[in-house]
């Protein structure tokens, strides 16, 4: 099995340039699919979730590749097909963000029921209820949703929760549609806004991006466009903590401030300090600087603006070496738990009651040999490894691979020793 060996201890020194947002350049992949014409995407991740659903545009007909490392050309030329492959919906669940675009283009979408993740059961009903809100008619059978309609037309939408996924399905199959959608109650993430404004530029009509109402109003067609993805706000948060926990003094260039407030904030809490100097028209770059030693802060995970809950791995992490107790709570899903095990192993206390991890500070983690379980869990192992005394091996590189690009170069050219074996 792939593995990274870390030896511990080294205080991170330099800078290092944060890649695009594998979550936003997710669903704005899907929204070619409403598109004719080519698209150029630039400062896209190298990842395998985006390698996923390139085969996937490709499997649906349209022509999709990376054109070097960071830029994706998707040329939609001729007709969709309206399946999407089993094998390609359960290699990455993001896959069913195609049935919206595939739906709104064509007036069919036959899509694998996207099965649950490590980290939760991963249900889409929000999706189904807005996208049937929009007159689709929807059959569950054999594995497979199935969506029927001549054509959408706008309706009125309430999410029982702001489901990120179900705002960006429903949000894309609305600009296709008869008329004007309101989606209340929408998620709000940086994500959403990235891919609103990519439609917006290929003729879309979307208003209230960045708030919890969404306006759509829809049009005939829309085209292909030139767009650059915003930078990855969850792996900007992961380096964050890189350079607090171990005690170093890194700098983060290409990242979008607004879009880790929450975290930089409750790293203040702890004594963090940070700096930010302004280069270029509208280039940032954070500089962290840590004491010696952090305080113990709550955490409870939230949609966005709030805490994400993509950065509660890493953040427990990095509280298990905090002066004092600090209680995390995941309000998001209901099984984002399992790095605690690993980390328990390298040293660290921590009791879980429910959706709360109690997280007693110790004095010093150890290196051992720990096992990657999801994406993030991976992260926070990594960070873990950094200031753990000795050397730990971490297993199940895959899950890292899916959403940290370059991420052992990216370490080792700010001073981390880490080996990667595959
Ligand atoms: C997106 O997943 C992200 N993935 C996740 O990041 C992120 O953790 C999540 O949003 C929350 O911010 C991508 O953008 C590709 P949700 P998504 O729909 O859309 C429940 C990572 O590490 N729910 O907002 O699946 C669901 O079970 C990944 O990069 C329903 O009940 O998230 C969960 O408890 C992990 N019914 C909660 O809502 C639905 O129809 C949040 O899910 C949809 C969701």
């Known amino acids: 099995m792939s593995r990274f060996i870390i030896d511990g201890g080294y205080r991170l020194k330099g800078n290092v340039r944060i890649s695009g947002s594998k979550n936003a350049a997710l669903p704005i992949l899907a929204a070619t699919i409403l598109m004719d014409g080519d698209t150029h995407l630039d400062n896209v991740p190298h990842l395998l979730d985006i390698s996923s659903m390139i085969k996937m545009l490709e499997a649906l007909g349209l022509r999709a590749e990376y054109k070097n490392d960071c830029k994706v050309r998707v040329s939609n030329y001729r007709k969709i097909r309206h ?11 993001a896959s069913f963000l195609v049935a919206g675009p595939i739906l709104a283009k064509t007036g069919l979408a036959k899509i694998p029921f996207p099965g649950g993740c490590s980290i939760g059961a991963r249900p889409v009903d929000i ?16 594995g497979f949703v199935s969506f029927k309609a001549k054509k959408l037309v706008g309706n009125k939408i309430f999410f029982d929760f702001p489901s990120v996924g179900a705002t960006e399905n429903v949000m894309m199959a609305a600009t296709l549609a008869e008329g004007e959608t309101v989606i209340e109650n929408a998620a709000q993430e940086p994500e959403i806004v990235d891919l609103g ?21 829809g049009v005939d067609t829309l085209h292909g466009v030139n767009y650059s993805v915003i930078p990855d706000r969850i792996e900007a948060g992961t380096f964050l903590l890189a350079g607090a ?13 607004e879009h880790v ?16 100097e302004s280069k270029g028209e509208n280039e ?35 509280l298990t070496l905090a002066q004092g107790t600090s209680v995390i709570s995941e309000s998001v899903f209901e099984n984002r738990f ?85």
Request: aromatic fraction near 6%; charge should be positive; hydrophobic fraction near 45%.
């Open 245 to 257: 926990i171990s005690k170093g003094e890194i700098s983060l260039s290409g990242i979008n401030l």
């Open 83 to 93: 399946i999407a492959p089993y094998e390609l919906i359960t290699a990455m669940r």
């Open 284 to 318: 940032k770059v954070v500089h962290v600087k840590s004491g010696d030693s952090f305080k113990a802060v709550d955490i409870s995970t939230r949609p966005f603006p709030g805490f994400p809950t993509d950065m509660q791995p890493q953040m427990m992490t990095f």
């Open 197 to 217: 404004r990519f439609l917006n530029k290929a003729g879309a009509k979307i208003e209230g991006l960045g708030t919890n109402v969404l306006h759509i109003t």
């Open 127 to 142: 999706h189904l209820k807005g996208l049937k809100a929009l007159g689709a008619e929807i059959n569950i059978e054999h």
């Open 338 to 422: 399992l790095h605690v095990n690993e980390l328990q192993r390298m040293g660290a206390d921590i009791e879980i009651k429910r959706n709360n991890a109690i997280v007693r500070g110790v004095s010093s983690l150890s290196g051992a040999e720990v096992k990657i379980t999801d994406l993030r869990a991976g992260a926070a192992l990594v960070l873990a490894a950094l200031a753990a005394d000795g050397t730990t091996e971490i297993y199940g590189l895959k899950h890292l691979k899916r959403g940290y690009a370059k991420f052992a170069e990216k370490l080792t050219a700010l001073g981390a020793k880490v080996t990667s074996e595959s």
């Open 261 to 276: 407030q929450a975290v930089m904030s409750k790293m203040e809490d702890c004594g963090v300090r940070f700096s930010v």
